[in-house]
C-alpha cells in the first residue's frame, strides 16, 4: 500500500514542480520568506503553484509521534555515498552543500541520485512533540521526479568533523563558494538508529506532495558554535508542523 501511495503522490504533484521550475528558470518565481505577509501562512497565496501549501492533505514536517507509528520491518536504505568536495550555496533560504553526480542510493526497487543537503533552524520535524537545534535533510531523486529526503536531527555536543569541513566554506551571503575539503556525508548519519517513514511534501514552496521522507530516531551531535554559526545567518528556517491527517507513519530498524 505504501509503495502505490509513493507512486500516485509522484504522478499527481510532478507536474507542480516542473510548473514551479519553469517559472523559476524565466524569473517569474514569486518570493517567499519563513515570516510576515511572504511567510508560511501566506505560502498558498503568492501563486497559484504554491496552492499545495494550503490544500494539501499530506504536507510535511510533521510531529512524529512513537505511540502513533506502527513497527514494521522497515526496508534499509542503501546509501551509495561517495566521500567529495562540495559546492556550499548560501541560497537565501538556507546553506545547501551540492553534491557530484554518481551518488546513487536504492530504495523500494528505484535508483535515487543524491543531489544535496541543506539545513534548518530549528528542526522542521518534531519527534514526540520535541524540536532539535538544527535538522539536515539529504534530498535524493529519482528519473521519475519522486523524491526521497533522509532527515537527521542534530544536537548540542562534541564538534562534527565532517560539518566543519561544511561551514569552513560557508558563504555569509548569497552566493556560492567550492570546498577545498572532502566531506563524507556518512559522518553526519547516527549508526544503529531506528527510522520514521512516511510520504509527504517539500517544506518549501511549492509544497508538492512527491516526497519520500525517512527520519533517524537517533541526532548526531554537532557543536554549540556549529549550531550558532548557522542560526547567526538563518535563525528560524522551518516551516509549522502540518496536520498528520490519516497518514500511516511506520517506525523500524
Known amino acids: 500500500m505504501t509503495g ?4 500516485l503522490m509522484a504522478t499527481v504533484a510532478f507536474s507542480t514542480v516542473v510548473l514551479s521550475a519553469a517559472a523559476s528558470a524565466s524569473g517569474e518565481a ?4 519563513y515570516e510576515g505577509e511572504e511567510g508560511p501562512e501566506h505560502w498558498a497565496t503568492l501563486s497559484g503553484d504554491f496552492a499545495a501549501c494550503g490544500a494539501g492533505m499530506e ?14 520491518d522497515v526496508e534499509t536504505i542503501d546509501r551509495g555515498w561517495a566521500p567529495f568536495k562540495p559546492a556550499i550555496v548560501n541560497n537565501g533560504h538556507t546553506i545547501q552543500a551540492n553534491v ?5 542510493t536504492e530504495f523500494g526497487g528505484k535508483a535515487y541520485e543524491l543531489l544535496q543537503v541543506h539545513f534548518h533552524s530549528q528542526s522542521e520535524h518534531a519527534i514526540d512533540g520535541n524540536r532539535f537545534p538544527l535538522e ?10 519522486s523524491l526521497m529526503v533522509l532527515v537527521v536531527m542534530l544536537v548540542e555536543g562534541a564538534e ?5 569541513k561544511i561551514w569552513g566554506a560557508m558563504p555569509s551571503f548569497k552566493g556560492e563558494m567550492q570546498g577545498s575539503d572532502t566531506v563524507d556525508l556518512g559522518g553526519l548519519v547516527p549508526k544503529d538508529s531506528k527510522v ?11 509544497c508538492s506532495e512527491i516526497v519520500n521522507w525517512t527520519v533517524f530516531e537517533k541526532p548526531v551531535e554537532v557543536s554549540a558554535e556549529q549550531i550558532a554559526a548557522f ?6 528556517n522551518a516551516r509549522p508542523l502540518q496536520s498528520v491527517n490519516r497518514r500511516m507513519i511506520l517506525i523500524g530498524d
Not at 4 to 7: E, K, M, T
Not at 30 to 33: F, I, K, Y
Open 4 to 7: 502505490r501511495l509513493f507512486s
Open 30 to 33: 514569486p518570493h517567499w520568506t
Open 59 to 72: 504536507q510535511s514536517p510533521i510531529d512524529l509521534a512513537r505511540n502513533a507509528a506502527f513497527s514494521a
Open 100 to 104: 557530484p553526480e554518481g551518488n546513487v
Open 136 to 145: 539536515a535533510h539529504f534530498v535524493h531523486k529519482a528519473d521519475d521526479g
Open 160 to 164: 562534527n568533523a565532517e560539518l566543519a
Open 196 to 206: 520514521f517513514r512516511y510520504a509527504g511534501s517539500l517544506t518549501t514552496p511549492p
Open 231 to 236: 542560526t547567526r545567518l538563518y535563525p528560524d
